[in-house]
């Protein structure tokens, strides 16, 4: 979209649309705010491939998502004091998920955005407040309502039971949530039918709907796998949150602010449980949210004043808090060897980064951009991600390169030029758990030790060539 802005037949959905259409409003509002940092840089000479334009709207992306966190922190010290939120912010940087994934092009990623300003909006008060002011409540409800109907559509599993404690709390009246929810989700709806329905050029389109009706009340959802009903709580949340859950758990025992603040979100991943087919992205919204409850679990813990519990607690905290930094650094290495991409395109090497913006053979070319200069006195080469082909098809297609989940299509026909090895686990060092077991602990070298953890890799995707004839 950054290149092509008027172009509309060149996208690639036109040709992989995908299960549903997902929505492009997130896109073109990326796209807009990207603009200026793409002619800069490539004026500059910073920007000279269609990779560098990728990881310029991964940073835009991403830098907006922090922002956001940034209000999140201040909405955190405004309510429960400076150290909660320095301990926020050490717990949030201190995860693998929310930081590595902040600036992928997901719509999650792009919902996560406006669910933490309605989020800044209804916490940044001082302490004893009893409720955010009116035009915050509002404007929060009006975030969370366009959020739902233009972003993803299982944020509204946040905005039900949220609303509902408003009321019940006496924070706002029927007439406020249905005058802002109306207005926000009438305005929204124009906007992502309109903007979607050009871009698909079908009309009418409405991304989220169509979303709700063939994940949820066809139950196309479950094809991608289903799960058990608690798994949110008994391995995704845990995953995100990392040593934060006990942390967290202490929080809420602690303050009733805190028991306040997670109901809705509470009740929210409740709600998804209902649903067979379960991600983790899908509750990355209430993150920010829990992150704070551990905060103020960690504060508590690391400002007792007396006697031997002082201490339990304090290096228990310590502990929590490494732990949390040495997962995310084996995730971190675990994944820097989980994306193995260097024309038909597997399933695998789709997902693991070989999009659009790495067709280096193939258009949108732009004469500005270094790497594209030599593309324009050559043809193009054609990228296909089509689905759930048989050998028999391949065999029988115009392919000439593969970048395939298997080498069985080697042989007489197809040669394989490179094997392109990913992150498959994490084993312990054998030399180490050798002298571990007889006992010569003191004969293990320090330069085995820091290597306790050994990777493990092993050849994931297959670069084949077609013979000639």
């Known amino acids: 979209m950054i290149l092509w802005v008027c172009r509309r037949p060149k996208y690639d959905h036109n040709i992989f649309p995908g299960a549903i259409p997902r929505t492009f409003v997130g896109c073109v509002l990326l796209s807009w705010l990207c603009m200026p940092f793409v002619h800069v ?21 991403a830098s ?19 150290q909660t939120s320095w301990l926020y912010a050490l717990l949030t940087c201190s995860q693998f998920h929310l930081p590595f994934w902040m600036g992928r092009t997901l719509p ?18 001082a302490p004893n407040s009893v409720k955010a002011s009116k035009r915050s409540i509002n404007t929060a409800i009006a975030l969370l309502t366009f959020t739902a109907v233009v972003l993803r559509s299982e944020v509204v599993l946040l905005l039900a039971p949220l609303a509902l404690q408003l009321l019940i709390q006496g924070h706002t009246t029927i007439l406020e949530l249905v005058r802002a929810g109306l207005l926000a989700g009438l305005t929204s709806a124009a906007i992502t039918i309109v903007v979607d329905s050009y871009f698909w050029n079908q009309w009418p389109v409405w991304s989220e709907l169509y979303g709700l009706y063939f994940n949820v009340y066809l139950g196309k959802s479950a094809g991608w796998g289903t799960s058990p009903a608690h798994t949110y709580f008994t391995a995704y949340l845990p995953k995100l949150l990392l040593g934060c859950v006990p942390m967290a758990i202490l929080g809420a025992a602690l303050d009733h602010r805190i028991r306040s603040m997670l109901l809705a979100p509470v009740v929210f991943v409740s709600l998804l449980s209902a649903l067979g087919h379960k991600e983790w992205r899908f509750v990355i919204y209430i ?14 813990m690391t400002s007792r004043k007396k006697g031997l519990f002082r201490y339990l607690v304090f290096v228990t905290a310590l502990a929590l808090i490494a732990l949390n930094f040495l997962v995310t650094f084996i995730s971190t ?31 949108p070319f732009v004469s500005s951009l270094q790497s594209s200069e030599p593309h324009l006195s050559h043809p193009s080469w054609t990228y296909n991600k089509t689905e759930s082909l048989t050998p028999s098809m391949i065999s029988t297609s115009s392919f000439t390169h593969l970048i ?27 030399a180490v758990l050798t002298k571990l077991k007889t006992g010569k602990v003191w004969e293990i070298p320090l330069d085995q030790w820091a290597r306790v953890l050994e990777m493990e890799m092993e050849n994931q995707l297959w670069i084949l060539e077609r013979r000639a004839n």
């Open 64 to 82: 907006f998502n922090a922002f956001a966190l940034i209000l999140i922190r201040r909405a955190a010290s405004a309510r429960f004091g400076k």
């Open 108 to 125: 999650n990623m792009f919902a996560l955005v406006p669910v933490n300003l309605a989020h800044y909006m209804l916490y940044h008060r």
């Open 333 to 363: 290495q675990a994944s820097t060897k989980n994306y193995p991409v260097h024309v038909h395109i597997s399933n695998l090497a789709a997902q693991t980064g070989a999009s659009l913006f790495l067709y280096e053979q193939a258009p």
């Open 404 to 430: 395939a989940e298997s080498p069985e299509m080697s042989g007489m026909e197809w040669t394989v030029v490179e094997a392109i090895p990913a992150f498959k686990g994490w084993r312990l060092n054998s």
């Open 41 to 61: 840089g490539i004026t500059f000479g910073v920007i000279a491939s269609k990779f560098d334009l990728q990881f310029t709207l991964r940073l835009v992306l």
């Open 287 to 300: 993150v920010p949210l829990f992150n704070i409850a551990a905060a103020r679990g960690a504060r508590w």
